[in-house]
């Protein structure tokens, strides 16, 4: 059920507006005619009823309270002549108001018949006290009744969209983690695929002259599939718990020095430098950058249909990572480059996700891959 909804702080305020206006109604109502303190009872145990369900079914409750308060209206007055709404549990009017205001965000009705009821008041009360010399308490109460009507109904609008931007917030975030969790799932299977098949049709091609190095080559596919698996086993841990990997697999620039070595073959040479003071370099930061590796040289090895030569350059100064990655093969083409696909999007958006940026420029002579992270 919606009761669940309510909040600690609502109980709290039903039954202090409970105690501080029923026991004094109820002694108002004493003096009246049996019936109207029968009407009257059971309309003041309907407004206290509200507040403690006004939060969990508010559009009920608001029409419900007008009702009452019609009621109450429409009753005669007290034998010293005060009309009946205007005892003490008519105030239940305005926590019945808020809620309505603060979980659904609909407030123009009721704040027009919040304000329509204040005029029936007055009419009641002239009616109540003909002469308008006599009229000073109501003088005083309709304008300060007005400014708690607007108070309130603010309040209301307020709460509601703050409770909209928190909810648009973790919309977003879950947004945010189902994209990374995406780009993780598409960099390890394509960058561990790619390597594999790189490395088992190297291994082809060398195996009888070169069984040493062929075998060599057989093992880093392994130790790839291995490392893939391993990835996937965390990813798909953190979609389905919850939890997070138990060791993160990029941590800092210093697990480049693993991916390299693992990529290169006789079809693929690579050259790697960095240079700065990696140990600078945040933890998300140094993933971005590693993906963005991974991701070039996983396009230089898969598309490279000859030789290729592919240059790896990391640069750590005081404000930032520079990333240049150049191959001299097909590598990522020109309109693969244009339209963006699900590698290319990746770089980009991880670039973006730690406030750097990114270029491609792709032509005859090779590819070229440039990023800038800032370092926090």
Not at 58 to 72: K, W
Not at 200 to 219: K, N, Q, S
Not at 312 to 338: F, N, S
Not at 349 to 367: H, K, M, P, Q, W
Request: a neutral charge.
């Amino acid at each position: 059920m919606r009761l669940r909804r309510l909040k600690p702080g609502d109980w709290i305020i039903a039954g202090l507006v409970v105690a501080f206006t029923v026991p004094t109604s109820i002694s108002l109502l004493a003096s009246a005619a049996p019936w109207v303190v029968a009407v009257g009872g059971a309309c003041i145990a309907g407004l206290a009823a509200l507040l403690f369900v006004r939060r969990a079914f508010p559009r009920a409750s608001f029409l419900i309270c007008c009702g009452i308060l019609l009621v109450l209206l429409a009753l005669p007055g007290l034998p010293d002549g005060v009309p009946m709404i205007l005892l003490p549990i008519s105030l239940c009017h305005f926590p019945v108001l808020h809620a309505v205001v603060a979980e659904t965000g609909w407030w123009r009705l009721p704040l027009t018949v919040t304000m329509i009821g204040l005029g029936l008041i007055l009419v009641r009360a002239a009616a109540a006290v003909p002469d308008p010399l006599s009229w000073g308490a109501f003088w005083v109460f309709v304008p300060v009744a007005a400014t708690v009507v607007l108070g309130t109904v603010a309040l209301g609008v307020r709460e509601w969209e703050n409770r909209q931007a928190q909810e648009q917030r973790l919309i977003d975030a879950v947004n945010r983690e189902r994209t990374l969790m995406a780009q993780e799932v598409h960099d390890v299977v394509a960058h561990s695929v790619a390597v594999m098949v790189a490395q088992a049709d190297a291994a082809l091609l060398v195996g009888e002259r070169d069984p040493a190095r062929a075998r060599e080559l057989l093992e880093n596919a392994v130790r790839t599939g291995r490392d893939a698996m391993t990835e996937m086993r965390s990813a798909v841990r953190l979609l389905r718990d919850g939890q997070p990997p138990e060791a993160a697999p990029v941590t800092s620039l210093h697990d480049l020095d693993r991916l390299v070595p693992a990529v290169r073959t006789p079809q693929l040479e690579v050259e790697f430098a960095v240079a700065g003071d990696a140990e600078r370099v945040t933890t998300e930061t140094a993933r971005a950058a590693y993906r963005i590796v991974q991701e070039s040289l996983t396009n230089a090895a898969k598309h490279g249909t000859v030789p290729v030569r592919c240059q790896v350059r990391v640069e750590v100064d005081e404000r930032e990572v520079r990333l240049r990655i150049r191959d001299t093969g097909p590598g990522i083409r020109p309109d693969a480059a244009a339209s963006g696909g699900l590698g290319i999007a990746g770089m980009r958006e991880r670039a973006r996700t730690v406030g750097g940026r990114l270029e491609i420029v792709a032509d005859r002579s090779g590819t070229e891959v440039r990023a800038w992270l800032p370092i926090a």
